[in-house]
Nanobody, 125 residues
Framework: QVQLVESGGGSVQAGGSLRLSCAAS????????MAWFRQAPGKEREGVAC???????IYADSVKGRFTISQDNTKNTLYLQMNSLKPEDTAMYYC???????????????????WGQGTQVTVSS
């Protein structure tokens, strides 16, 4: 059974940094796509960043230049380094993974088969 467990969320002031981690168990990396999504209260879930099967990273415009997605396949772990955080980054952050190889546009939530429970990020002004 595949499990994704996020960690690293918390409360920071604007301009601060956080590093989110997503540990995958019961999951064998095989050029799958992995991603971070977020959902703020009253808003729809949105894609933040993803890595496709060719290891190409894609970012939402709102986080380009501030967030970096990376993965360690030896540890089955996905990361999201978040710098220069803004109050509008406040949300529950979720990691997601596809069941099989996924190349190309990896931002749609519908592409993902496995989801974590989320970790809360709160940025105060």
């Amino acid at each position: 059974q595949v499990q994704l467990v996020e960690s690293g969320g918390g409360s920071v002031q604007a301009g601060g940094s956080l590093r989110l981690s997503c540990a995958a168990s019961g999951y064998t990396y095989n050029n799958n796509a992995m991603a971070w999504f977020r959902q703020a209260p009253g808003k729809e879930r949105e894609g933040v960043a993803c890595i496709d099967g060719r290891l190409i990273s894609i970012y939402a415009d709102s986080v380009k230049g501030r967030f970096t997605i990376s993965q360690d396949n030896t540890k089955n772990t996905l990361y999201l380094q978040m710098n220069s955080l803004k109050p509008e980054d406040t949300a529950m952050y979720y990691c997601a993974a596809t069941r099989g190889r996924t190349d190309g546009w990896c931002m749609p939530a519908s592409a993902y088969d496995y989801w974590g429970q989320g970790t809360q990020v709160t940025v105060s002004s």
